[in-house]
């Protein structure tokens, strides 16, 4: 889920036309997941084939990246590998969180409450095995290249925009930040309208661009400051401190430079120990990431998407025909298929 530092962040509201020829490093988990709790049904359950399979991820990958493409927009997806040890804890955590909203969501249900219902169903999605195969798959037949991290998919994504084979990684975390990317972009094709959880208000959602060396001169710290300033509140790899909030990490780390120095004065020199101190920074600053990929455009394999999601799964032939057309971009960009391979 990341470190919440967005109030302290210049964003700057943008459009999708803003993206048009460039390619963008999609972080895939963060994508697929969000594709997983809001495309739902109105009691909160997922769309299903007629077998029972969840379908969410499907239906949002292809019309979201129809959009994306018909954008002008060069969308990879970089998937996750292996996470970090020091995640075991968070995602344990993630687990039982899901758990007792799956027992809320079938309370709200026998209450005839389906707006809670919904509310908690959007909390116990699970990214599967066979949901991950099921989307590079699709990619596949998209003509979409996907990559695959040996760790964070945050942190692969932003060593290909600092090398240069992207322009921006788009994530709804903040994390991309601490993992050096330069450019994040948050609520890609995202406009209009969103509920704003358990109530009954709309915030207006437009895509945002945050700059990494803005904000940093903004803030007049260093990345490794930026880094240690996550670690005092407390990220996927390690509990921070109570109390602590993104404001005050940041007004610590100006007063004491590292993370260090802040135990020490407030009190607290063996909260966090130095060994988890230095393996988070590692995480962030040094990531396990790959150079030994590819970024290729392929012509669209119309028949394979059309037998993957509407003679398997049953989805609407004419719905999916009408975004398949928005793909035609592809085949230009195979024949230029050079200027795109890294």
């Not at 994390?175 to 704003?196: H, Q, S």
């Not at 020490?264 to 020199?269: L, N, Q, R, S, T």
């Not at 037998?307 to 592809?330: M, N, P, T, W, Y």
Request: hydrophobic share 40%; glycine share 8%.
């Amino acid at each position: 889920m990341g470190v919440n530092i967005g109030d302290l962040l210049i964003k700057e509201e943008c459009s999708l036309k803003d993206f048009s020829n460039k390619v963008i490093a999609v972080d895939a988990y963060n994508t697929i997941h969000q594709f997983l709790s809001i495309i739902r049904q109105r009691d909160g359950t997922p769309l299903k084939d007629s077998k029972g399979r969840i379908t969410s991820h499907l239906s949002g990958l292809l019309y979201r990246t129809a959009n994306l493409v018909e954008a002008g927009i060069r969308p990879v997806y970089v998937f996750d590998g292996e996470p970090h040890p020091l995640k075991a804890k968070t995602l344990e955590n993630r687990k039982e969180i899901k758990e007792i909203a799956e027992k809320e969501w079938q309370k709200a249900l026998e209450e005839g409450d389906l707006e809670k219902a919904k509310s908690m169903a959007q909390r116990t999605s699970r990214i599967t095995d066979e949901i991950i195969e099921q989307s590079k798959k699709l990619l596949d037949a998209l003509g979409i290249p996907w990559v695959q991290a040996p760790g964070e998919g945050e942190a692969q994504a932003c060593h290909m925009v600092r090398k240069g084979d992207a322009y921006a990684v788009a994530s709804q975390d903040f994390d991309a930040l601490l993992f050096g990317g330069n450019i994040l972009v948050r609520n890609l094709a995202v406009t209009g309208r969103r509920k704003l959880p358990g109530r009954q208000a709309y915030v207006k959602v437009s895509p945002e661009l945050i700059r990494l060396d803005v904000n940093l001169k903004k803030l007049g710290i260093t990345h490794k400051q930026l880094v240690d300033m996550a670690i005092l509140i407390g990220t996927d790899f390690n509990d921070g401190i109570k109390g602590i909030g993104p404001k005050k990490s940041y007004e610590l780390i100006k007063r004491a430079g590292n993370v260090e120095n802040i135990l020490e004065i407030i009190g607290k020199k063996d909260a966090i120990s130095k060994e988890i101190i230095d393996e988070v920074r590692n995480i962030f600053l040094k990531p396990k990431v790959v150079d030994n990929y590819k970024i290729e455009w392929h012509p669209l394999d119309r028949d394979t998407v059309i037998g993957l999601l509407c003679d398997e799964h049953q989805f609407s032939r004419e719905r999916v025909k009408g975004a398949l057309e928005k793909f035609s971009i592809l085949e230009s960009l195979s024949k230029q298929k050079n200027l795109f391979e890294f």
